[in-house]
T-cell receptor
Framework: GAVVSQHPSRVICKSGTSVKIECRSLDFQATTMFWYRQFPKKSLMLMATSNEGSKATYEQGVEKDKFLINHASLTLSTLTVTSAHPEDSSFYIC?????????????FGPGTRLTVL | AQSVTQPDIHITVSEGASLELRCNYSYGATPYLFWYVQSPGQGLQLLLKYFSGDTLVQGIKGFEAEFKRSQSSFNLRKPSVHWSDAAEYFCAVGLGAGTALIFGKGTTLSVSS
């Protein structure tokens, strides 16, 4: 159990286009999902916290108008990179916390590799 | 501010040798503690976690970690490393239920034959 999927696993797009990344909890309900970004050979940096039915909370320095997050259901959160530029190329990973859990355990998706040409 | 430190950027061990990866955290209370492993281009796999109780925790793939409150450490160990253990290892802490994780910068493990 406790599986999180991401789609797509890889995406290549042209500069100026928008890309949507989906994060799904497959066998549990997730009231909270987190979006992280990982640069090559770097650690994971939290971008935003997504709560079902409410606006996402963005970390300092993350442009909320550029990285649109929607968490419309208990099993799906989406990250849309708007007007993507080459500097947005990165590995994006989501995680989900089970609604019924009293602990801090999160389950991570396999990540999405975004390349902006 | 809360932080996680992994002092070793890159470690090389011989296959069959023992391994210890260090992790220290800065936080007033005992956080939730995790070790993850990441292979190139892949997502994160949870090796083990500590929430409370026995300070020596067993994980998957023969890994274990020991929480030492006095040293604010949560070091990862394996008695005999296999070539397939070569990967990036991340220590992470959670400061409370429902909060995001704070990751260390990672330690790259290479295994020599």
């Amino acid at each position: 159990g406790a599986v999180v999927s991401q789609h797509p696993s890889r995406v290549i797009c042209k500069s100026g286009t928008s890309v949507k990344i989906e994060c799904r909890s497959l066998d549990f309900q997730a009231t909270t999902m987190f979006w992280y970004r990982q640069f090559p050979k770097k650690s994971l940096m939290l971008m935003a916290t997504s709560n079902e039915g409410s606006k996402a909370t963005y970390e300092q320095g993350v442009e909320k108008d550029k990285f649109l997050i929607n968490h419309a259901s208990l099993t799906l959160s989406t990250l849309t990179v708007t007007s993507a530029h080459p500097e947005d190329s990165s590995f994006y990973i989501c995680s989900a916390r089970e609604a019924a859990s009293a602990s801090n355990e999160q389950f991570f998706g396999p990540g999405t590799r975004l390349t902006v040409l | 501010a809360q932080s996680v430190t992994q002092p070793d950027i890159h470690i090389t061990v011989s296959e069959g040798a023992s391994l210890e990866l260090r992790c220290n955290y800065s936080y007033g209370a005992t956080p939730y503690l995790f070790w993850y492993v990441q292979s190139p281009g892949q997502g994160l796999q949870l090796l083990l976690k500590y929430f409370s109780g026995d300070t020596l925790v067993q994980g998957i793939k023969g890994f274990e970690a020991e929480f030492k409150r006095s040293q604010s450490s949560f070091n990862l160990r394996k008695p005999s490393v296999h070539w397939s253990d070569a990967a990036e290892y991340f220590c992470a802490v959670g400061l409370g239920a429902g909060t995001a994780l704070i990751f260390g910068k990672g330690t790259t493990l290479s295994v020599s034959s």
